[in-house]
């Protein structure tokens, strides 16, 4: 049994990691445990429902997203090692420790829309080395390419961490001792597949290359892909990077023109780029639909993107198109 503590330290070890880093990813995974507690127990914690708040961005808040925010900051104010911390639910990044070497990014519950109604949700995590000089936005738009580790815990039928520190991606299960375990080394996203992720309610917003895409997939075996494609939506986008993980698939949520100020829904800084840089360390691969996502130069703590990410044939098909 190979628990997340002994797993930090054998990293450690092969791969040259600075302790500091291990123990501020270590402190991330204690949270969402804290975390894990809450959503598990519901109702009976008290936790669901409105926060009656808001975020900079103009989303209703949920007492759980709050919950969570705090229980990360509090855990990330603690480690000495993290010198600051932005969050989807945060105006602005939280200066913490100033001789801290790193940063954390956090999505601290994403599919706020699930968490009510009991289905998966989950916290996303990015973590980039301090630039040398005084804290500033600045210091946190890094491009996806420079984030030193990234993952994600899903809290489903079970509660799962993913990690990547840039060597591989490994899967762990929180067990009945409070402890994730190691349950999966190295998953691999296959190369091919025959399922789409999107929210087809949005299909008549979309572009011409999204349309298109879509539309020869709906064509099935008898259109120009050759064959039938399943879809599946669960609206986390946690569970549906997690799905891609262990099974392939494709996931896009396109730029559309609801709102022509943004290039899509989904956050660049704790969404798109963790979960692109776990994928991508998995064999998968991510985009903007133009150009490679962990590539993006980010211009705002809060930037959207537009997303495309999985099987590596599918993504590379989306990109095309948009060629
Ligand atoms: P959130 O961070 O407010 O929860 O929003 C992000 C979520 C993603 O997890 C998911 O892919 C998407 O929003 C679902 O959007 P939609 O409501 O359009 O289905
Ligand atoms: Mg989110």
Redesign the pocket.
Known sequence: MTTFHDYLQQQREQHHLCPQLTATVQSIADACIRISEKVRLGALSGVLGEAGSGNIQG?DQKKL?VIANNLLIEALRRQSAVAGIAS?EEDSFVATDENGRYLVLF?P??????IDVNIS??TIFSVLEKPSGSLNTESFLQKGSRQLAAGYVLYGPQTLLVITFKHGVDVFTLNQNGEFVLTQASPKVPGQTKEFAI?M??QRHWEAPVRQYVAELLAGETGVRGKNYNMR????????VHRILMRGGV?L?PKDARDPSKPG???LMY?ANPLSLVLQQAGGASCNAVEDMLSIEPAGLHQRVAVVLGSKEEVEYVRRLHG
């Open positions: 989303e997203d989807e999505d519950l994403d599919g706020s829309s699930n949700i989950g929210n309610s949005n939506w669960v609206a986390s986008m946690v569970a549906e996931f949520y829904k989904l956050r969404e």
